[in-house]
């Protein structure tokens, strides 16, 4: 027998999962819209025309396969700081942001749990109910406790503010609060200017530590700017704030794991410090990471022409959503004869729509219609075409009712 007989099944990842299972289905009509995951309208995966400019750049210039140093390629830190906080920020020029490469969000907040695990013990994380599938996962492997802030109301399909500012007024002095920058996964309910600056008077009074995960930036409103407007918020009132990034989504570069994370403290001193702490996690964990995406986000970001060029196609793809999402609404409200409102959708941003379906209602979705989803009623419209917009909301109409 073998010595691993006690090693069982692992259930299948909840969001990853689905895209298992959609490649089974041998159905023509099927429709994934799990992974967050960006499609063009004929639903194939896109890669940016100045994704393919800065590899072609940098084949000509060669590249050798030297280690990055711990802490990653330093050309990506320093534009991965400044496109988050704004290259003219006081944070940035007075030394104060402890920046690390991170394999993509995932591994940034990895790191992040870690430096927590080792320097508050005891500390929790508050996360949003629900929040993204995977923020559970990374702090109960790094073994830092975490409870949950309300934040979607079922009754009204919008943001529980009072439940929220409520929750984050009740924990413990100190916990970290970790936020979603924009394009709140999965409900795509972002707060309002005037509600964020609540939650950073709650936080900021309960002595909290505010935590951002930024996996969409540019990608919600099209704006790299508006996009990190909270994170801004927060560093322009002197907080000290941990920042998690990925570059997954906004310069699709999903499969090549690069991100960051940023530490801004109220010293130089302080933060590098921090940043020597963040290299002793990451050594024994990956050692350094990888440096093709490194390299192209510094290359797309050093160079004007292809800056710019990033900025019109992150608002190509947030505009294809929107009209997706619009289509979509359209669509609902056009068949759907029982007079619900679906005017919700309208008011989501982001990738995703939170359609209320519930989990057999979402199985329903699956098993009859060959809509792939998160069984949370989560549905990302980046998989969606305009094409498709009637079937689904057939689908969805009788699934609901
Ligand atoms: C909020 C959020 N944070 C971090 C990540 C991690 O992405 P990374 O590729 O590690 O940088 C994702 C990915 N979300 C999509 C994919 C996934 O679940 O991994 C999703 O929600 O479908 C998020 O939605």
Known sequence: ??????????????????????????????????????????????????????????????????????????????????????????????????????????????????????????????????????????????????????????????????????????????????????????????????????IADVIQEKNHIPFFDVAYQGFASGSLDEDASSVRLFVARGMEVLVAQSYSKNLGLYSERIGAMNVVCSSSDVAVRVKSQLKRIARPMYSNPPIHGAKIVANVVGDPTLFNEWKEEMELMAGRIKTVRQKLFDSLSAKDKSGKDWSFILKQIGMFSFTGLNKAQSDNMTDKWHV????????????????KCEYLADAIIDSYH
Request: charged content about 20%; overall charge negative; proline content about 7%.
């Open 1 to 198: 027998a073998s010595r691993f007989e006690g090693v069982s099944m692992a259930p299948p990842d909840p969001i990853l999962g689905v895209s298992e299972a959609f490649r089974a289905d041998k159905c023509d009509l099927k429709l994934n819209l799990g992974v967050g995951a960006y499609r063009t309208e004929e639903l194939q995966p896109y890669v940016l025309n100045v994704v393919k400019k800065a590899e072609n750049l940098m084949l000509q210039r060669g590249e050798n396969k030297e280690y990055l140093p711990i802490e990653g390629l330093a050309a990506f830190n320093k534009v991965t700081a400044e496109l988050l906080l704004g290259a003219d920020n006081p944070a940035i020029h007075e030394g104060r942001v402890a920046t690390v490469q991170g394999l993509s969000g995932t591994g940034s907040l990895r790191l992040a749990a870690a430096l927590i695990e080792r320097y508050f013990p005891g500390a929790k994380v508050l996360i949003s109910s629900p929040t993204w599938g995977n923020h559970k996962n990374i702090f109960n492997d790094a073994r830092v406790p975490w409870s949950e802030y309300r934040y979607y109301d079922p009754k009204t399909v919008g943001l529980d503010f009072d439940g929220m500012i409520s929750d984050i007024k009740g924990a413990p002095e100190g916990s970290f609060i970790l936020l979603h920058g924009c394009a709140h996964n999965p409900t795509g309910i972002d707060p309002t200017p005037g509600q964020w600056e609540k």
């Open 372 to 387: 792939y989803m998160t069984k949370d009623g989560r549905i990302s419209l980046a998989g969606l075409s305009l094409a």
